[in-house]
């Protein structure tokens, strides 16, 4: 069950045929391994089996990771957990893709971090589809202002829009919620052509990753499935 390679082949193969399944290109959904919480060995044990994207979702954590790794070529790191503003400049060193880019005031931490380490880094805004409070994001109405203010930061390059819905046991329940971001990455690119980049939709995950590739996810953060509980 917790063999990474087996998981990984299983779990690439599934992608696979989600894909096809629906007319999609082969490849138009990418799989990003999720490590929180498990060790470096681990994370060995997928790059030994082909694994070159890797997310973390704490600053801290994925901090040591990445310096165990920084000798290994062709890895791409992403963030996918909440950031707070004090840690951006940390993130803009540590990251090549931050998804969860749901402020103003983050952008700009993380912009004026980027122009000083003369990088540029890859995000995407956090959208808030459910208007729960207690959930980050950023609620659906405001994105199109932070799009337009994204755009003028030299730092950052917006390169497509993340979600993480509610949780449903059926996945069909998540389907309206992947479909939103969608129609909302639509609407985005109607309003200002070209705006979001590589137009990337980060959504689905273990549970619920073939009702996304339906849906359109372009980047699906899956952890569980390949590394078991946590
Ligand atoms: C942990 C996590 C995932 C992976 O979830 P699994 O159910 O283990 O596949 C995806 N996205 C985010 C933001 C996460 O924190």
Redesign the pocket.
């Known amino acids: 069950m917790t063999d990474p390679a087996t998981n990984l082949h299983t779990v690439r193969a599934q992608i696979e045929a989600a894909v096809s399944a629906c007319g999609r290109k082969p490849g138009s959904a990418t799989l990003l391994a ?1 490590t ?1 919480t498990f060790p470096v060995d681990v994370i060995s044990a997928a790059i030994a089996a082909g694994q070159r994207r890797f ?1 973390e ?1 704490r600053v801290q954590e994925a901090e040591d990771k990445i310096r165990h790794f920084k000798d290994t070529p062709g890895l791409e790191w992403h963030l ?2 909440h950031l707070q503003s004090n840690k951006a400049r940390r993130a803009a060193e540590l990251f090549d893709v931050i ?2 880019v749901d402020s103003l005031k983050l952008a700009r931490r993380l912009s004026d971090a980027c122009v000083s380490l003369e990088k540029t880094v890859s995000v995407f805004i956090q959208a808030d589809l459910a208007h729960e409070a207690t959930k980050f994001g950023l609620d659906a109405g405001r994105v199109p202002e932070l799009v337009d203010d994204l755009l003028g930061l030299p730092g950052l390059r917006l390169d497509g829009l993340m979600t ?1 819905p509610p949780f449903f046991e059926d996945p069909e329940e998540t389907r309206p919620f992947f479909a939103r971001l969608r129609e909302l990455r639509e609407t985005l690119e109607a309003r200002r052509p070209g705006c979001l980049g590589a137009g990337h939709l980060s959504m689905g ?3 619920d ?1 073939e009702v996304a590739i339906q849906e359109g996810a372009t980047i699906l ?7 078991g509980e ?1």
């Open positions: 999720i929180k997310g979702n996918v957990g998804h969860s993480i995950m273990t549970h990753f953060r899956i952890g569980t499935a390949l590394f946590r």
